[in-house]
Every structure is written in structure tokens, then in C-alpha cells.
T-cell receptor, first 109, second 112 residues
Framework: QKEVEQNSGPLSVPEGAIASLNCTYSDRVSQSFFWYRQYSGKSPELIMSIYSNGDKEDGRFTAQLNKASQYVSLLIRDSQPSDSATYLCAVDSWGKFQFGAGTQVVVTP | NAGVTQTPKFQVLKTGQSMTLQCAQD?????MYWYRQDPGMGLRLIYYSASEGTTDKGEVPNGYNVSRLNKREFSLRLESAAPSQTSVYFC???????????FGPGTRLTVL
């Protein structure tokens, strides 16, 4: 069992709609959670970090964390073609980072 | 502020050749990391350095060595390249273990 799991996609989202990405993790003591965006041929760039249960909003992005369910999600509101990328979930457990394999998002005009 | 820089951007090696990938950061970060990324496999940690003077193995260390030259620089060496090491290599840095990591632009390595 992978420690951090994501649906690989592709997740096809109409322009202007909400994209919902999910990530589950296996280590209950995980403390820090991150979402990265990676365009094809580029390096991962940080979108959001979240450390406590609940929602955290930054512009069109909202991260949601539920430690009891070992679940972290990312919502992208008003999706734009420029949001087409692979989104990586990363989980830190006592200094050990684990990345999911990523979910590919395709925003269609 | 360049962030994390890596050299070279592209490299082609023949089986058995050696090379060193260079990484430097100007964010005064304590921790530095080397990852490889293969299609469908996500990012896998090769080696990391929690602080200057320390290095530790990650998930896939075989065939690699690292050197934390100083706080800014962290190099990855392939002593005898193999086709299985064809990949994209990313260097990253962070303030420490539980903090976000920032990535360099990557090195695309092909081993023939």
C-alpha cells in the first residue's frame, strides 16, 4: 500500500467549474500537508500548505484537511485552462516527506 | 533571489560513465533533498541532508552518492551510470523537515 494515494486521472473539468482533488495518507502521525502543481516538463511549485483540520483558502484554491479520516483535498474554483497540470499531494511525517503520484487535471474550454 | 538552481539542465551519458549533478540554494535553508521522477512513479527521494554536515539515504539510494558541500550546495554523483538511472532529477530545499520544500528546475538525464 502506498503511503500517499491520489487518483491518477485525468480529471476533466469544464472551464469555470470546480475541480476537486483527493489525497489519502496512511501515517496517522502526519503533521504537515502540501499541494504542489507541476506543469509538463517543469518542476513542482507549491500551491498550498495546511497543518490543522479544516479549510484553508488562498485565492481560487481551498485545501481541506481531515486528520481523523486521513484525508486531504484541494478544490480549484473557477477552473481556467492555465490550471491544466498535474497536482501532487505531499505529506510530512516527522520530517519524512512522501509524495503521491499526482492527479492530472485537464480544463476544457 | 534565484531560489534553487541546478546544473546541468540536460545530460546524456553512456553506460558506465560518471557525472555529478550540482544544486545550490540561496534561501538559507537548512535541509536539502535529491529526488528522481519517473513516469507513473511520482517523486522518489534519493538522499537528503537535514543540515550542513549530515546526509541520509532516502527511498532509492543505490547507485548514487551525495555531498553537502556547505549550507548552500548539495551535489549528487552517479559513479557508474546505468540505463535504469534515466530520469528527471530534482533538487529541493526547505527550512526543515515539516516545512514546505522548494524545487529546482530539474536535470533530464538519459543513460544509453
Amino acid at each position: 500500500q502506498k503511503e500517499v494515494e491520489q487518483n491518477s486521472g485525468p480529471l476533466s473539468v469544464p472551464e469555470g467549474a470546480i475541480a476537486s482533488l483527493n489525497c489519502t495518507y496512511s501515517d496517522r502521525v502526519s503533521q504537515s500537508f502540501f499541494w504542489y502543481r507541476q506543469y509538463s516538463g517543469k518542476s513542482p511549485e507549491l500551491i498550498m500548505s495546511i497543518y490543522s483540520n479544516g479549510d484553508k483558502e488562498d485565492g481560487r484554491f481551498t485545501a481541506q484537511l481531515n486528520k481523523a479520516s486521513q484525508y486531504v483535498s484541494l478544490l480549484i474554483r473557477d477552473s481556467q485552462p492555465s490550471d491544466s497540470a498535474t497536482y501532487l499531494c505531499a505529506v510530512d511525517s516527522w520530517g519524512k516527506f512522501q509524495f503521491g503520484a499526482g492527479t492530472q487535471v485537464v480544463v476544457t474550454p | 533571489n534565484a531560489g534553487v538552481t541546478q546544473t546541468p539542465k540536460f545530460q546524456v551519458l553512456k553506460t558506465g560513465q560518471s557525472m555529478t549533478l550540482q544544486c545550490a540554494q540561496d534561501m538559507n535553508h537548512n535541509s536539502m533533498y535529491w529526488y528522481r521522477q519517473d513516469p507513473g512513479m511520482g517523486l522518489r527521494l534519493i538522499y537528503y541532508s537535514a543540515s550542513e554536515g549530515t546526509t541520509d539515504k532516502g527511498e532509492v539510494p543505490n547507485g548514487y552518492n551525495v555531498s553537502r558541500l556547505n549550507k548552500r550546495e548539495f551535489s549528487l554523483r552517479l559513479e557508474s551510470a546505468a540505463p535504469s538511472q534515466t530520469s528527471v532529477y530534482f533538487c529541493a530545499s526547505s527550512q526543515g523537515g515539516r516545512y514546505e520544500q522548494f524545487f529546482g528546475p530539474g536535470t533530464r538525464l538519459t543513460v544509453l
